[in-house]
């Protein structure tokens, strides 16, 4: 005899009745969903039916579609802000980067490129 068959088993039930109690577990949850389905109906249309009662409706109003001035009006406002908000951006991003921007140089491009694949002045259809 080889060891593996001297070794004392570790289960505690038999196939036969981990059947049964795996049958009876599914039976009772089955049991249970259904019981939980069919009460929970009930208890919802007890609670809609006490708390229906009569309402009124109430009458709706149209909406005003702002005139072309009126949107003019309110968009000149928006356009300030916006430039306002571009020259302040413009300006931290300016001084962030140490760049000054009171001093024009005149810059000079040349007029044929350097290499002969072309550069940013002309193309290679000239």
């Known amino acids: 005899m ?29 049991i249970g969903f259904t019981l939980g389905v069919h009460l929970g109906k009930q208890l919802g249309s007890q609670m809609e039916a006490s708390k229906i009662a009569k309402t009124t409706r109430i009458q709706t109003l149209d909406d005003q579609v702002p005139t072309r001035q009126e949107l003019q009006e309110q968009s000149q406002g928006a356009q300030t802000l916006i430039q306002d908000v571009l020259q302040k951006t ?13 001093t024009p140089r005149s810059v000079e ?6 290499s002969s694949n072309a550069g940013a002045t002309n193309s290679k259809n000239e």
């Not at 300016?94 to 009171?102: A, D, E, F, Q």
């Not at 491009?109 to 350097?114: N, Q, T, Y």
């Open 90 to 102: 413009l300006y931290d991003e300016v001084t962030k980067s140490g760049l000054r921007l009171k």
């Open 109 to 114: 491009l040349p007029k044929e490129s350097v």
């Open 2 to 30: 080889s060891s593996a068959t001297n070794q004392p088993k570790l289960f505690l039930l038999t196939r036969g009745e981990l059947l049964i109690l795996s049958m009876i577990s599914i039976l009772l949850i089955s």
